[in-house]
């Protein structure tokens, strides 16, 4: 098995977030730049009491494609919604689905979707993991949300799961109207335990990473680096734990591009995701194992958390990817998820 500090060293390439700090703006605010909202496609499928209907929305301009999750068995009327923000490189089939699901199940509309240059939705360079990007998209999910008739505008919140965690910490610390926040297996780091464990290694990582963007800037020509494969160490995601999920017929998914964007070192070397804790007002849930990817940075994200309304649940999993799909830990760790949304949001 994949030690976990280990694979949090070989994930590196797999998530990135711009140098330059992010504004924190209102949705009224993101309405006036631009950020329109797009008609929802009519496309729908129902199954096991749950409507999945295709939808877009722009974030920068920019289409992103998603599946809404409704409830069908549960009285009519406004709800409240969570965004489902996956893992690193992963796409709304993925890892999303699994808790979208689980969500709607009890009552929640649940949003999944492709990140800007992922999946069915536009952007280039394509398959770049861009945290700050991402964490704007994750921000114009919720503004999306909110304009929905089915849902309560007063009562949105987000789960996040790996990457997806960190992501959806810095959202929720720019964002105060956000109602509530989940992480599952959060991916907690900062430029000081990313130096740590590379050690030399870190400065030449940057360097690649800035040469990649430079030479796109200059050539439009994209860098790329293969994510999992068994018999390769040099890839994104070396070992067998991460080939098993994105290697396999456990996370395959025909959106899912087994290729990363090397410029992507620069920026996230610098991504703080532990610094975001402060700043959240949010009623705000930490699920976390000592085999998922530092649970060190989960304890400090935690108690870097101002507000009272937080809980730390400490599960026991064979290891981090244990958290996407088996069943016996997605449904704990989503058990724990909707009572905490609803005890803080109300279904």
């Keep these: 098995m ?18 330059l700090t992010l504004p924190q703006i209102s949705n009224a605010e993101r309405q006036k730049i631009g950020e329109s909202l797009m008609p929802t496609v009519t496309e729908t499928a129902t199954t096991n009491n749950i409507t999945v209907r295709k939808v877009q929305f722009l974030s920068q301009g920019t289409k992103v494609v998603g599946n809404l999750y409704l409830p069908t068995t549960i009285r009519q009327g406004a709800r409240p919604a969570v965004v489902v923000v996956g893992p690193q490189s992963s796409v709304k089939e993925q890892v999303p689905a699994v808790y979208a699901r689980r969500l709607a199940e009890e009552g929640f509309v649940a949003l999944t979707f492709d990140h800007r240059t992922f999946g069915e939705s536009s952007g280039v360079p394509r398959q770049f993991e861009n945290p700050e990007m991402k964490v704007q998209d994750i921000l114009n999910a919720v503004t999306f949300l909110r304009a929905l008739p089915e849902v309560k505008q007063d009562a949105i919140g987000i789960l996040g799961v790996c990457s997806g965690g960190g992501y959806s910490a810095k959202a929720a610390a720019m964002d105060k109207s956000i109602n509530a926040l989940v992480t599952v297996a959060g991916f907690y780091h900062d430029p000081q335990v990313m130096r ?37 160490q040099n890839v994104a995601m070396p070992g067998q734990e991460a080939y098993d999920y994105y290697g ?98 109300g279904v």
């Design 196 to 232: 740590q464990w590379l050690g030399d290694r870190y400065e030449a990582r940057v360097k690649m990473g800035r040469e990649a963007r430079i030479r796109y800037e200059k050539t439009g020509q994209i860098d790329y680096m293969t994510n999992v494969d068994p018999k390769n």
């Design 2 to 19: 994949l030690s976990v500090k280990k694979f949090a060293l070989t994930t590196l390439t797999l998530a990135s977030v711009s140098l």
């Design 248 to 345: 396999t017929s456990r996370g395959s998914q025909p959106g899912w591009v087994n290729r990363s964007a090397v410029m992507f070192f620069e920026p996230f070397l610098q991504f703080n995701a532990i610094n975001a804790g402060r700043n959240i007002k949010a009623p705000t849930l930490v699920i976390h194992s000592d085999t998922a990817l530092v649970p060190d940075g989960a304890r400090r994200f935690f108690n870097s958390i101002p507000t009272k309304q937080k809980n730390l649940h400490w599960m026991t999993t064979k290891n981090h990817i244990a958290f996407y799909d088996q069943p016996e830990v997605v449904e704990e760790a989503a058990s724990k998820a909707t009572a905490w949304l609803k005890q803080t949001m």
